[in-house]
């Protein structure tokens, strides 16, 4: 079978919606009606997923440069979309950011060859029951230790980055999992990174912190080692969490959706089958960055906490965990799972910092 042709039957096989694929797409440099008929199209996209996500996937005006051969040129936007087409907050910019960035990726390397290169890939490992089986070990939840150098609400947090030093640091400390950020731009993180990682021998499971909009993303993951990817509910329709869920695991890996609100929550709670998947609360409001742990604690009291408890499903609260306090407050809010990054990783020795949060001294 060629590759175009595996790309178009794993993406049947999987049930692409319109949204999330990319996989069966044909690449082609759109004309004039057809970049115009694209640009109605986002905009209407990004109407009809208006109450089921917060992100916008696209600018609502489509964007304004384009390439034509050798040259670029700009359609200017009519009164009033400029402002529309900015983006409204730090996720949203990331979001559109990563779309060309995934184009880019797939330019250089076509989405069959990165799907036979996760299907090749080592065994994966069992996420969420290394979570598991450190809970009951230590009675703590279990830990995800963030590999992070910089966030675009701190700027560089480790500027003596090493993040195959930090993931060997923090699996000595009595990490659970790793969690390995790799985005670029925003947080100056790496595929590269995750590899490096999984090759230097870390037997902790490794969660591939990206900002997944398209399948390619996913495969890319666990082509480059990862155990599990994250799915985060502002940015992704449930269409399209069920597809990228189901592409997840055609190749093994388990998924951590990520919300931010009791509204996310339950709309993820409604999703057909959540086998080989966790879930996350994040504490961090991502229009001003302010992190507040108390939105774990409002988030699992409300009936949809309940029934993430009830199902047996396990909880990450996710950002700001400081101090042995804020563990202690995550969990007894029902979590079972924590992922920290800033407090560990800006330390000079991050093993120490592990055992010190979880007190393990
Ligand atoms: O960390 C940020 O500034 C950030 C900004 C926008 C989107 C996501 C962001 N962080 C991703 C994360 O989820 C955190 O890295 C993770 O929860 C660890 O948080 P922390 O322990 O506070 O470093």
Not at 42 to 66: N, Y
Not at 148 to 160: C, L, R
């Amino acid at each position: 079978m060629s590759a175009t042709a595996a790309a178009a039957a794993c993406s049947r096989a999987l049930g692409a919606p319109r949204q999330a694929a990319g996989v069966a797409q044909q690449r082609h440099r759109p004309s004039a009606a057809q970049q115009r008929r694209g640009n109605r199209q986002a905009a209407l996209a990004s109407a009809s997923t208006s109450e089921e996500v917060t992100i916008r996937r696209r600018p609502p005006h489509g964007i304004e440069a384009q390439g034509c051969g050798p040259v670029d040129f700009k359609v200017p936007l009519g009164e009033g979309m400029a402002e529309d087409n900015q983006p409204r907050n730090i996720l949203e910019e990331i979001v559109w950011h990563k779309a060309i960035e995934v184009d880019r990726w797939r330019e250089r390397v076509p989405l069959a060859r990165v799907i036979m290169a996760a299907k090749v890939s080592p065994q994966p490992r069992d996420f969420i029951g290394a979570i598991q089986a450190a809970t009951q070990r230590t009675g703590k939840p279990g830990l995800i230790a963030e590999v992070k150098k910089a966030s675009p609400s701190k700027g560089v947090i480790q500027p003596n980055f090493d993040p195959v030093k930090i993931a060997q640091a923090y699996e000595r400390g009595g990490a659970a999992c790793l969690s390995v950020l790799t985005d670029a731009k925003f947080f100056q993180g790496s595929f590269e990174n995750l590899t490096a990682i999984r090759d230097a021998g870390v037997q902790c499971p490794l969660l591939c912190k990206e900002f997944v909009v398209e399948a390619y993303q996913v495969f890319k993951a666990r082509a480059s080692g990862a155990d599990a990817i994250l799915l985060i509910a502002a940015v992704l329709p449930n269409s399209d969490m069920s597809y990228l869920i189901k592409a997840a695991r055609s190749v093994g890996l388990q998924c951590l959706i990520e919300v931010h609100t009791i509204a996310e929550l339950e709309r993820v709670l409604a999703l057909d089958k959540l086998e080989g998947c966790m879930l996350g609360i994040n504490n961090r409001d991502l229009q001003t960055f302010k992190v507040d742990l108390a939105n774990t604690k409002e988030i699992m009291e409300s009936p949809a906490g309940k029934q993430v408890l009830e199902r047996g499903l396990v909880m990450a609260g996710e950002s700001a965990i400081f101090t042995p306090d804020d563990v202690a407050f995550v969990q007894a809010a029902g979590c079972s799972a924590i992922l920290v990054g800033e407090s560990i990783v800006k330390q000079g020795d991050p093993e120490a910092a592990v055992k010190t949060l979880l007190e393990l001294h």
